[in-house]
């Protein structure tokens, strides 16, 4: 157990409509970063949230957008579903990753996504 | 580019050790991990090394070459439990942060 959540567990949308996934960090850190997993496939990196602002972004399209609330909490957004999203999303948290400290991303179960 | 490669599927028989091999390609490296995953679970920490040689932990171990962007991970006394996938992950420089780029890691089956 790393005392990353995430919700939900599973869910199932069709092709052109919008998702929220929801993710709370272990407590006391303060940066979560979010990744997609196709079955098969090592993580993808989406972006990562420090202090509720946006703090790096990987290869992915502007309908994959994100929020970091004032207790570290996040959500993950995507608009316009398309087949290929279908994946388990992962959330990831730890402590300023990569400055000064927090050598380790401590993950949570992750929300498994099929879009139909 | 950034490129991580590791081989897809390794067979072991309990007991035996196992070295999963990974190598790099990065323009920010800043550090390498290693992740356990066992099906429908989310990754769990095994290692990180960010300077050159042999870091042990247990019956687990990981090694970095930096200059050869090459790293492995050596598994002993294989248990059964320890079937899973293990994923190499490069610690990136992004803008001002950084962010784990993964390989598509390697699925260990471990025989009796």
């Known amino acids: 157990e790393t005392g990353v959540t995430q919700s939900p567990t599973h869910l199932i949308k069709t092709r052109g409509q919008q998702v929220t996934l929801r993710c709370s960090s272990q407590s006391g850190h303060n940066t979560v970063s979010w990744y997609q997993q196709a079955l098969g496939q090592g993580p993808q990196f989406i972006f990562q949230?420090?202090?509720?602002?946006?703090?790096g972004r990987g290869n992915f399209p502007p309908r994959f957008s994100g929020l970091q609330f004032p207790n570290y909490s996040s959500e993950l957004n995507v608009n316009a579903l398309e087949l290929d999203d279908s994946a388990l999303y992962l959330c990831?948290?730890?402590?300023?990753?990569?400055?000064?400290?927090?050598?380790?991303?401590?993950f949570g179960p992750g929300t498994r996504l099929t879009v139909t | 580019g950034q490129n991580i490669d590791q081989p897809t599927e390794m067979t072991a028989t309990e007991g035996a050790i196992v070295q999963i091999n990974c190598t790099y390609q990065t323009s920010g490296f800043n550090g390498l991990f290693w992740y356990q995953q066992h099906a429908g679970e989310a990754p769990t920490f095994l290692s990180y090394?960010?300077?050159?040689g042999l870091e042990e932990k247990g019956r687990f171990s990981s090694f970095l070459s930096r200059s050869k962007g090459y790293s492995y991970l050596l598994l002993k006394e294989l248990q059964m439990k320890d079937s899973a996938s293990y994923l190499c992950a490069v610690r990136d420089r992004l803008d001002s942060s950084y962010k784990l780029i993964f390989g598509s890691g390697t699925r260990l089956l471990v025989r009796p």
């Open positions: 990831a948290s730890s402590l300023v990753f990569g400055t000064s400290g927090g050598n380790e991303q401590y």
């Open positions: 090394n960010v300077l050159d």
């Open positions: 949230y420090y202090r509720e602002e946006e703090n």
